[in-house]
């Protein structure tokens, strides 16, 4: 059996005409109906619809309506995904141009309208930007870069399972996202591809089955949340079903790119499984609109606990003055800033990864001077398939001539304690 990629567009479940209504105020917006402009005023729509959304739906897709732009199904079928269509938007850098002209095999080119708002102004070093429109960079290869530098092939006995840690798995249930990211470390295997096995899906499950020391499941991809509710909802069951298995967890940035997709009706289906956690990436401020705090919203009253993946970028989030305003902006929407990642050394990477001493700087400019709440861990996942290794700043300066433990804190201040 497969699952038709026209499901996606097609599905039943949702539709936007009817529930999930917002509570936030709804902006003006205008629809073009013959040669006639008419302004509507609507009380309620399916989702939050921020003024800075309404203003690029007027400009750029004035033959919808805001009930379209307010369904993820109408997202994903008018993502920006060629050069042409990204002209008629924003003014290209050469760079840029260059990189879409190119026949760059891997990773597509993919933007939803939504996030595309986000980015579509004359600031050519937008941050958000950098992140999912291609460069040329891209096609400089560094030493030390590799396709799969994780070595997640090396740990995966069948397909879709990466089985890497004693009791926990990864599934990879899908290759397909709503947008691409440029640095993303599975830009090996993520497409358009339209269709996926259902049979790779129930080997997977039987895998996990019948191993009975897996008590913690990852669903990732590709991005799991673009999936169908119902098919997403008979996943979930069947993962359910195995008594070893204790918590169920997501990793999905639709949050920030496709917050549409957060629906009532998917929010039901998916508390039906707790324990069940989300594990959501945000990258910068930029990101947080009254769609995405909309979308945390509903999760977080479903009572899925959230935590951010964040990925370290050049020139994107490598400021403690970029970050300290994003892990504030994810506590008050209930999301913990969980993993900062040191980017991976996939192929073309080497415009997007920092020294690692910026990662520690940004650490310590956090550790202190905000909540303790509000402080990534900071990682590597080592090359080769070492897993996530932590690394912080140094607090642990040694021992005195009594044995007592010599600690440095925020201020830089120096503290004995009695290593007894």
Known sequence: MEISFDSYLHNEDDPPSKGDSADVPLPAVSSIEGNNVRTLRPKKLPFAFSENA????????????????????????????????????????????????????????SVTPYYMSLIASDNSDSPLRKTVIPRIDERRISEGEEIDPLSEESDSPIPGIIHRYPDRVLFLVTEFCSVFCRYCT????????????????????EYIRNHPEIRDVLISGGDPLTLPT????????????????????????????????????????????????????????????????EACRRLANA????????????????????????????????VKPYYLYQCDPIVGSSHFRTKVAKGIEIIESLRGHTSGYAVFNYVIDAPGGGGKI???????????????VILRNYEGNLFSYPDI
């Open 390 to 404: 932590p690394l912080l700043p140094d607090y642990f300066k040694g021992k005195d001539d009594k044995g007592n």
């Open 54 to 109: 309404a203003s690029f739906y007027r400009k750029h897709f004035p033959y919808s309506t805001p009930y379209d732009w307010c369904d993820w199904h109408w997202q994903l079928k008018n993502r920006i995904t060629t050069l042409s269509a990204l002209e008629t938007i924003i003014d290209l850098r050469d760079d840029e141009r260059s990189a879409l002209q190119c026949d760059i095999k891997g990773l597509p080119f």
């Open 303 to 334: 009572g899925i606990p959230l935590g951010s993946q964040t990925v370290l970028l050049k020139e994107v989030n490598d400021s403690a003055e970029v970050m300290k305003p994003l892990v504030h902006f994810l506590l008050k929407n209930r």
């Open 230 to 293: 119902e098919k997403l909802d008979w996943l979930l069951s069947k993962l359910r079903e195995i008594k070893h298995v204790e918590i169920i967890r997501i990793g999905t940035k639709v949050p920030a790119v496709l917050p549409q997709r957060i629906t009532n009706g998917l929010v039901a289906k998916l508390k039906k499984h707790h324990p069940l956690w989300i594990s959501v990436h945000f990258t910068h401020p930029d990101e947080f609109t009254a769609e995405a705090a």
């Open 186 to 205: 599975r830009s090996r295997m993520v497409t358009e591809k339209k269709t996926i096995s259902k049979r790779q899906w129930e080997n997977g499950i």
